[in-house]
């Protein structure tokens, strides 16, 4: 699947001081600011096991034999509508998948609207018909919501925060933590489709392609990899900070080494291209509709056998594997037969990708 | 419980023009334009029968014997600290009342913030902190949240929106379509002090009061009297577009009518005479620890008893009651034997109240 081998320089991320005193843009990046933030000001708060467990929801014991997974996210992406998608579909699709990644079935939303004043209602309509869209793609339900309003100058058109919730069979247990010295990490399909696509619809790449982002709903996808394997111990979507990013987490989750082979990395030539020209590396670019899956060695060929006969998996392809060393850490082998650290992203690459 | 009875002057609402094609304050009020937005726009669309079932939180079945609350809230309060409460708390208490509203039990909570940048961390600090005291008074644990930054300008300094979910039995049936004619009415304490100390924290009031909103969890307070009772017929939270509102969308719910007791309602001193001042009246003012009952007449006496001795409840008393007629709206008696159709709030009485 590799269409083109992205260049490795590193990603440009201003690095604002440390232990500054305010919010910065970089502590909504999804790299290690952020990260930093939530274990001083969240974690260190609101402490239990299911939110310190760090996954992409939160998993709690319901009733005996049935376990409820919840996952929430603020969607604030500016423009509005992009090549391949609106707001409206990626808060669907992005809790959709954070609540399908822990191996559960998605089954209710909820969303809550933030309007700034002045927003028209003809936009806003039209976000909520592609939501309802996606919602019926993913074969969920939106059973409550809300919508306040703030004055002119106080959001920026529409901010929506979608909650999911699924339920999971309590023997599942897919998670950070879970990964395997020997096992194989996939990924879905390219890399940075959904980054570059909202760079190109703000005017800020310089040139146009036709790259779409590629936000959709995972969990059909997921469901058909679970009939066939018991042995996927870690799913997740790499969104912000991109498949860096995410893999570091993964990698300290579970104290185990993460290889990359970088001639295996599936990346469109387009985004090769803007990447190339900006400075980026497409590791740390947003994905919203892509997941990297680790599982056992011997279940490998028949989990890429089955994603592939998806709509959103038909790119899947081993990138990496698993090792007892080095524990925490995520290393790239190059074309060149080198080795190299890859880090979580350390500032803000972009602002208000999803 | 009458500590003063309100002026009835009508509230001063500045009404924009119908069929607006954008959004404006009034579409957050609580009231009318946020009535008809929700149906044109939401409900056309995301159409299901918990959703339009219209009640606090979406009740769905989840297995044999066990059905899932789930209610969602952004929460956009201006200024972030008031006398009695905070953006955490608020977020925290408007979630959990939401679930309780339908009979059910909350249980987990997710948050997803928006914070703008340049927003003090030890700010966010206190906020974290008040919600975690919020949700261990209210028994529910917060298992998932997502951060977002948005630029200076984006936001107006940090928004909150939470999520809770919660767990009944399938026979509790409490909700809007549920008041019968010879129900009594019952409010939990006095109205509208919510609404006038943010009021006065924004220093829009031009004296100073030692009013505090009455921001708390109600679910202990239910909990008690769902123990007492199976004949609580509705529950519901007068927050935005206050008790009027609230109890306009029972009536049209339940298609009854409701006499209010212009003599019985609870009102502090000093938001009667802010209210005075102002020429608000205090049926249409936000409250955030407050709640509406409509209780059989044969169980009134004991929902009342154990009401009052819980912290949230102490101040429970009759304030109307519930005939066919006039079906699907609500009248005042007032002092002097005159009766006066209360109608929604029409446009916006308060911004970012909540």
Known sequence: MTEN????????????????????LGHGSGGRMMADLIKEVFYSQLKNDPLLAGNDAGVVELTDGLNLAISTDA????????????????????????????????????????LEEGLEISLLDRVVESMQAAAEEAGVLVISGDTKVVAHGEADGLYISTTG????????????????????LIISGTMGDHGIAVLEARGELGFSTNLESDVA?????????????????????PTRGGVATTLN???????????LDEQSLPVKPEVAAACEMLGFDPLYIANEG???????????????????????????????????????????????GSTRIVDVLAGELLPRIC
């Open 5 to 24: 081998t992205p260049s490795m320089q590193g990603a440009v991320c201003p690095v604002p001081k440390k232990h500054s005193n305010t919010i910065v």
């Open 75 to 114: 969607h604030v992406v500016s423009p509005l509508f992009f090549p391949g998608g609106d707001i409206g579909r990626l808060a669907v699709c992005g809790t959709v998948n954070d609540v399908a990644m822990v191996g559960a079935v998605p089954l209710y939303l909820s969303a809550s609207f933030i």
């Open 165 to 184: 919730v699924g339920l999971l069979d309590p023997v599942v247990n897919i998670g950070g933590s879970q990964a395997q010295a020997g096992d194989n």
């Open 217 to 237: 709903p995972l969990n059909h996808l997921i469901e058909a990899m679970l009939a066939v394997s018991k042995n996927i111990h870690v799913l997740r979507d």
């Open 249 to 259: 987490e993964i990698a300290r989750q579970s104290h185990k080494g993460i290889i």
């Open 290 to 336: 892509k997941l990297l899956a680790i599982v056992s060695a011997e279940d490998t060929e028949k989990v890429l056998e089955v994603m592939r006969q998806t709509r959103y998996g038909e790119g899947a392809a081993v990138i990496g594997r698993v090792e007892e060393e080095p524990a925490g850490r995520v290393l790239l082998e190059t074309a060149l």
